[in-house]
């Protein structure tokens, strides 16, 4: 890190790069104050602000010291000083840590140096677009939204009907963090409400709603190091178990039929390594579709039996998985016995508050009382779920938190509602390590926030629509992957087919087979029958679709070892198994533009059919290498575009020519 003051301003570097550029007539720092409207619906926010006060801190005074730099901040010349930045650091790491003088400032903008042509990529789990560069991401957990594209009439219908509509940026998982192409990236330490802005060309924007503790900053020579070093500053994901790399888990909501069905898919062929049973705790039935019954505990009625039922899956090699959130409905036993414990938040009136989750209403676990969390931990996670044999589940629903509760221990809900993923995350993972099963059991999440990576061993993208749309289809897995992964999150994975089912949007045939094509070639493969399963196709019910489903399962089999090598490359360097283009191939300038394909560690590249009716598939083949094509062994020059053929069943995926794992790539064709 070096400041100079110059001009009346100053300069930041970190290892030689400009940060921040102050001039007088041209600051970098802004502090003012707003107020703001959040209203939430369903977990779907309307947020706009008015700003009443924003100042530029024109004025900029630097002192020098051992261990860094002080920078008073003020409007002018003469004028209090409004905000500090002290600045310390080396040439890899560094830290802007910000002091407000202001008791009544509540807003601040920070503006960064842009350089023509830098690519941005983070934001947390970003669902449209992998390089941010030229937009504007507001960074608050929420649901992403049906649709997320307001020219569609899905996203139309969801805006008229529920207020549930999203947009480009709406998203389960932001962070406050990016990366540039520029090789260096950027962590704004808060949990309040905050805006990356970079549409504008001379500077890049970040604007929070509240001071943030600090600003951090690293440098690197390569991405893939900055990516190294993401992984290092938000933790490591445990690895995922060797049984989870071995076919696919089935989701099925059947009750008691679901075994059966089970015994459908092993019949055609599917490599089945876990059946996943959401309404293991029971369904109620609501306009939306069938929804479970949120009480945490095995419903005897729907699977009776189930602690044998599991035992004898077990024995087979089969693990079973469930469904958990943090939230437990005022008509469930669970409930009462929270509410009477007080574990429950609370309105500011001091009765228990209740969130409408659409036709039924539900209390909120507080998980800022130890004693909840260790409650949570242990009776409903430790004995219900992990005691009766559950090797997995889905974690869901962390982006839920009301911003108008009262919370036991006085924290602000509206900066706890960012955090609370994380929160939500650590119950979980500290509910496994006290059994023990830390790397065995794994439970996977959609929700998240800065140092989700620590708790959290499995990202799910959440609830794509039931077709092939470009902001809410199968190819926004794909930028959730590669977003999320460059932040440190290793493991990533989807809803075969998709789950939303609204306003006539139904699943084909085709968009199951295409999205299995593509999950074959992730870490994890995992069905959803959907929030509508009777009136959704689904794999066992069509032959054709369960026989590519079949083979597609086996493919993915047959790609354990390589799996693992990937994931011990997770463990040592923080890299994760979907990787863009130019993590490695960086000298590379067409691989920088490349959002829809993906490598599958170093050696596969992978670009899945993700529109409707077609077989062809234009890709782009990064330079310095040649690659083969997985299914007829053609050999291809690297630093060519391609068009290649891609009926069902052979998605356009190569592997480079000069890979250790050949035999292992080219067994796969057989299949």
């Excluded at 001009?7 to 107020?35: E, M, T």
């Excluded at 790491?93 to 509540?106: C, K, L, V, Y």
């Excluded at 629509?465 to 989807?494: C, E, K, P, Q, W």
């Amino acid at each position: 890190m070096l400041v100079h003051a110059r001009d009346g301003g100053f300069d930041l570097f970190i290892d030689g790069r400009a940060i921040l550029r102050h001039r007088p007539d041209a600051p970098c720092l802004f502090l003012g104050r707003g107020v703001e409207r959040m209203e939430m619906y369903r977990g779907n926010f309307d947020i706009e602000d008015y700003v009443v006060e924003r100042v530029p801190l024109a004025h900029a005074v630097v002192t020098a010291s051992e261990d860094g730099w002080r920078i008073d901040c003020a409007a002018a010349p003469g004028s209090p000083i409004r905000l500090t930045l002290i600045v310390s650091g080396d040439g890899a790491n560094g830290t802007i840590a910000i002091q407000s003088h202001d008791p009544g400032a509540n807003r601040f903008w920070l503006r960064l140096v842009a350089e023509a042509g830098e690519h941005l990529w983070g934001g947390g789990e970003q669902m449209s677009y992998l390089d941010l560069a030229g937009r504007r991401f507001p960074l608050w957990t929420s649901e992403p939204g049906v649709g997320r594209d307001k020219t569609t009439a899905v996203t139309f219908e969801a805006d008229r009907t529920g207020r549930a509509g999203g947009d480009y940026y709406n998203t389960n998982y932001p962070q406050p963090t990016y990366l540039s192409s520029r090789r260096y990236a950027l962590h704004v330490e808060t949990a309040a409400y905050s805006v990356f802005d970079f549409r504008h060309g001379a500077f890049h924007e970040i604007e929070v709603w509240a001071m943030p503790e600090r600003i951090e900053l690293f440098a690197r020579p390569t991405i893939a190091d900055l990516v190294t070093a993401m992984a290092d500053r938000f933790g490591r994901q445990p690895r995922l178990p060797d049984w989870a790399l071995e076919g696919a888990i089935i989701g099925l909501k059947a009750g008691e039929q679901s075994f059966q069905r089970l015994e459908r898919y092993i019949a055609a062929g599917v490599r089945v390594c876990g059946l996943w049973c959401e309404d293991w705790v029971g369904l109620r039935q609501t306009s939306f579709g069938k929804r479970l019954f949120w009480d945490w505990q095995a419903n005897d009625s729907r699977y009776p039996d189930l602690k044998r039922r599991i035992a004898d899956l077990a024995a087979r090699g089969i693990r079973f998985l469930g469904y958990v959130n943090p939230y437990l409905c005022n008509d469930g036993p669970l409930f009462a016995e929270a509410e009477t414990r007080g574990f429950l938040a609370t309105t500011a009136e001091g009765a228990t508050y209740l969130v409408d989750f659409g036709e039924f209403d539900c209390g909120v676990v507080d998980f800022t009382i130890p004693e909840a969390c260790r409650w949570f931990e242990d009776q409903i996670i430790g004995e219900n779920m992990i005691d009766l044999g559950l090797a997995g589940w889905m974690a869901d629903f962390g982006e839920y938190l009301p911003i108008d509760l009262e919370l036991k221990s006085g924290a602000d809900a509206k900066l706890m509602h960012n955090a609370w993923p994380v929160l939500w995350g650590a119950v979980n993972a500290r509910a496994i390590a006290k059994k023990g099963r830390t790397g065995d059991i794994v439970f996977f999440m959609r929700a998240g926030y800065s140092g989700i990576q620590a708790e959290c061993p499995l990202l799910w993208a959440g609830d794509q629509s039931v077709d092939f749309t470009r902001h809410d289809g199968l190819v926004t897995v794909i930028v959730g992957a590669l977003s999320s992964g460059l932040l440190g999150n290793a493991y990533h994975h989807s809803d075969i087919g998709g789950y939303t089912s609204l306003f006539g949007n139904r699943r084909t045939a085709e968009l199951l087979m295409r999205w299995a094509e593509m999950a074959a070639f992730t870490p994890v493969m995992r069905s959803h029958e959907g929030n509508r399963p009777d009136e959704n196709l689904q794999i066992d019910q069509d032959e054709a679709t369960l026989a590519h489903f079949a083979r597609m399962t086996r493919v993915h089999a047959a790609l354990k070892p390589y799996l693992q090598t990937l994931a011990g490359e997770a463990e040592t360097m923080g890299l994760p198994l979907q990787r863009p283009l130019f993590l490695h191939h960086e000298d590379d300038a067409r691989a920088f533009e490349i959002w829809d394909a993906y490598l599958l560690g170093r050696e596969l590249l992978v670009a899945p059919v993700w529109q409707a009716g077609t077989n062809e598939r234009g890709l782009y083949l990064p330079a310095g290498t040649d690659w083969i094509h997985l299914w007829t062994a053609e050999r291809h020059r690297g630093g060519q575009d391609v068009e290649m053929t891609a009926p069902l069943g052979q998605p356009a995926v190569f592997y480079r020519a000069d890979s250790s794992f050949g035999e292992v790539f080219k067994a796969l064709a057989a299949l």
